[in-house]
């Protein structure tokens, strides 16, 4: 989006604002928007877009008020992206991030051992050993694309332990989550032809599949796979395809884009601030709190949706039954109430973890915990290593109001 048109959207009059329109994320353009909406209209009308009409909810306190509001504002009735499910699509999935109680409570019981404390404390050395080969292997005095050696190559290391999927096939995990963001829907014209989205979707359906009837024969383990084809509630997921695919494609993509982009957004942060790149140095036991500063600065979650199953009122606004509501995540995590000098990136900032990257209520992060033992493992093994990991060239960001994904981040690393 051109200059011209970014102060055009400073005058366009409020009822005619869109800031859902994808391009707006991948200019990174936004955020000015959001920020004119929380001083003038926090909850705010859309009447037409390319989603149809919808409220924007930008302040943080007001997120959290609907976010917890599981009954009032349903995630089952219209799905949790301002993109509604398209009913003609050859590929339909279901998942209990779109589910409300009890469906929700009794899916997500099932597969939350995987991500617990004691689960997590025996991936640690795992997370780091994988951190540390990455990290060697880099090319010192060359300019590479960050996301693709390190944010891609250790979430896939990841998330192809999590699901004990074969670990020489791990980048299809990758494809496949990256042809579910890259839906037309969230990505405009931008998006993946359907024909290539059915082909990957129906592999992806396929090989999990296969890696579910191996495990349900044998011995309950703790991967994702076995936890779900042993679980109470889903070991007959596999007769529901919609659910059985869409509860895969939840857990490839909850754990793979968002830590991806927090782990590129973080190296993006410290070279706009080069002050907090020099506290770190003098304090690396700022690291678990700059974690937490990194999501909130990221967001890697734009936005969630939810619909109204009551006419309400919210913000002295009237909601009607059936309303589309978007809880701005990224706006929240600017919120000048909450946070001081939102758009700055402070790595002692005291109250990082008021960040609503993860959202709020029944439906939060299920795998915050592993998110922040990768990024905080991964930083601690970079410390040891660089004096520096310098951004040389552009920021390639993706058109997509749903995912803040990071494309191209050139840098260079510079160790002691
Ligand atoms: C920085 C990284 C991450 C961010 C920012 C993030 C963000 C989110 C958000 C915003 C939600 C929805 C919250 C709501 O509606 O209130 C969510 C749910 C979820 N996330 Fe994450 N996530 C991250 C990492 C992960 C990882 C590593 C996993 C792997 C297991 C994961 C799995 C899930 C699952 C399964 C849900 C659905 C929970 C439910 O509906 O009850 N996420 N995440």
């Not at 678990?288 to 999501?295: H, L, Q």
Request: proline residues 6%; contains cysteine.
């Amino acid at each position: 989006m051109s200059e011209a048109q970014v102060m055009q959207d400073a005058d366009t009059p409020l009822e005619q604002l869109d800031v859902s329109r994808s391009e707006r994320f991948r200019d990174d353009t936004a955020r000015e928007l959001f920020a004119r909406l929380r001083r003038e209209d926090p909850v705010h009308y859309c009447p037409d877009s390319l989603n149809g009409p919808y409220w924007s909810i930008t302040k943080l306190e007001d997120i959290k008020y609907v976010d917890s509001n599981f009954k009032l504002f349903s995630s089952e009735a219209g799905g949790i992206t301002i993109a509604d499910q398209d009913e003609e699509a050859q590929i339909q999935i279901e998942n209990f991030i779109a589910m409300d109680p009890p469906r929700h409570g009794a899916q997500r019981k099932t597969v939350a051992p995987s991500v617990a404390p004691t689960n997590l404390a025996e991936l640690e050395p795992l997370i780091r050993e994988r951190a540390a080969d990455i990290l060697d292997k880099l090319p010192v005095g060359e300019t590479f694309n960050w996301v693709e050696r390190v944010s891609v190559e250790l979430t896939a290391r990841m998330l192809a332990t999590l699901f004990a999927f074969p670990y020489e096939d791990r980048h299809k995990l990758i494809y496949w989550s990256d042809v579910t963001t890259a839906s037309p829907l969230l990505m405009g014209d931008e998006g993946m032809p359907e024909e290539e989205r059915v082909a990957a979707l129906t592999d992806c359906a396929q090989t999990f599949m296969q890696l579910w009837h191996d495990r349900a024969g044998g011995e309950p383990g703790n991967d994702l796979i076995s936890m779900l084809a042993h679980g109470e509630t889903t070991h007959d997921m596999i007769e529901r395809p919609k659910e059985f695919l869409g509860n895969i494609l939840l857990l490839i993509v909850g754990g793979n884009d968002t830590t991806r982009n927090s782990i590129s957004g973080g190296v993006l942060a410290l070279n706009q601030y080069p002050e907090e790149y020099a506290k770190l140095h003098a304090n690396p036991d700022l690291i678990p709190n700059m974690v937490s500063e990194m999501i909130r600065w990221q967001t890697p979650v734009i936005h969630m949706r939810r619909t109204a199953q009551e006419d309400t009122e919210l913000g002295g606004k009237q909601i009607r039954k059936g309303d589309k509501l978007v809880m701005w995540y990224l706006s929240g995590n600017r919120d000048e109430e909450v946070f001081e000098d939102p758009e700055r990136f402070i790595i002692d900032r005291p109250n990082a973890r008021s960040h609503i990257s993860f959202g709020f209520g029944i439906h939060r992060c299920m795998g915050n915990r592993l998110a922040e033992l990768q990024l905080r493992t991964l930083w601690e093994e970079i410390q040891k290593r660089f004096r520096k990991v310098e951004v040389v060239g552009d920021v390639v960001r993706s058109p997509n109001n749903f995912i803040r994904g990071i494309v191209d981040l050139p840098v260079q690393v510079h160790p002691y």
